[in-house]
């Protein structure tokens, strides 16, 4: 089988005649026929049923129709790209990232890019650190910022900064006034945490364990926004990235709690494919962020 009969093969499937496609392609009817025969004869089985008004696909035409989906798909992403060596006048730039950095830091480098290649379609999916892992390495994001460590081969992380989870409460808690709680307290006290998979929960759960304690989770909240509401509500110990409450600890809507002895630090990554050929977008998307991430504000 070559490209040029997969080709002919596509046309009519897609036009529903043999008449159609020939229009489509540029060629004569009787040059598509002996090419859709060709093909047929080579795969030796019939790829269509001829009706009085156009063609129908067997069951082996639908079977093949799929991998020529997918075989032109990729010929078109792959032009795509290749323009898009050239200039950023188009293409689609998708991004995936943890919760924390998606909601608190990407925003106003997405919005910068975005005034700056206006005409680059860009997507931002927040989900947790486990499942931005799983979208760069099935190449469903071209770009992936998370926190925590990352450990998969086939995947180059980049360091980027550090986040440091702090232990927030209302200040009402009873924990509010005390100097330095101790773990014991802190680990009894109810916790509002993240959901599992997620790299906040992760570095807490495991600066715990190295003094064979678990806290105790109350409440489990996968939004960090519904997170920081709970805990200013007095529903427990928040434990959340400091990135994500600056403005409630300045406004004393919130009360970080001394926890020297917990290893709460974390680094932020840049994710990529490694070997993976960076298109045009993505490239500037980095420069960008490498631009303005030493920005003290973000």
Same mark, same amino acid.
């Given at each position: 089988?070559?490209? !040029?009969?997969? $080709? ?6 897609? /036009? ?6 020939? !229009? ?40 093949? &129709?799929?991998? /020529?989906?997918? #075989?032109?798909?990729?010929? +078109?992403? /792959? ?19 943890? +919760? ?14 975005? +005034? ?15 499942? #931005?892992?799983?979208?760069? &390495? ?12 990352? @450990? ?31 773990? !014991? ?32 989770? @109350?409440?489990? #909240?996968? $939004? ?15 434990? #959340?990235?400091?990135? $994500? ?5 300045? $406004? ?25 050929? &960076? ?20």
């Amino acid at each position: 089988m070559n490209l !040029r009969h997969l $080709s002919v093969f596509h046309a009519v499937a897609k /036009a529903g005649s043999v008449n159609a496609a020939a !229009r489509l392609l540029h060629t004569s009817q009787p040059a598509v026929s002996r090419e859709l025969r060709t093909l047929e004869a080579r795969l030796g089985v019939p790829l269509f049923d001829r009706l009085p008004r156009g063609m129908r696909l067997t069951e082996a035409g639908q079977l093949l &129709l799929g991998y /020529a989906e997918r #075989i032109f798909g990729l010929d +078109n992403a /792959a032009e795509r790209a290749m323009r898009e060596l050239a200039d950023l006048e188009g293409g689609q730039l998708t991004i995936g990232a943890s +919760n924390t950095l998606g909601t608190y830091l990407l925003p106003a480098i997405v919005a910068a890019f975005h +005034n700056r290649y206006p005409k680059v379609s860009i997507s931002l999916e927040i989900s947790n650190t486990e499942e #931005i892992l799983k979208g760069v &390495l099935d190449s469903r994001f071209a770009l992936g910022f998370v926190e925590g460590r990352v @450990s998969d081969e086939a995947i180059e992380a980049k360091e980027f900064r550090r986040d440091r989870i702090v232990a927030v409460v209302a200040p009402g808690h009873s924990l509010a006034k005390a100097r330095e709680p101790s773990l !014991r307290a802190l680990a009894e006290a109810p916790s509002i945490l993240r959901e599992p998979g997620s790299g906040t929960r992760e570095i807490v759960e495991r600066a715990f364990s190295r003094h064979r304690m678990v806290p105790r989770c @109350s409440l489990q #909240i996968s $939004s960090l926004e519904a997170l920081k509401r709970a805990a200013m509500e007095g529903g427990g110990i928040g434990w #959340i990235s400091e990135l $994500s409450v600056v403005e409630e600890l300045r $406004s004393g809507r919130l009360v970080a709690l001394k926890t020297p002895r917990l290893s709460l630090e974390r680094p932020l990554y840049s994710l990529t494919l490694r070997d993976r050929h &960076l298109n045009r977008s993505a490239l500037a998307f980095l420069q960008g962020f490498e631009q303005t991430r030493a920005n003290p504000r973000l």
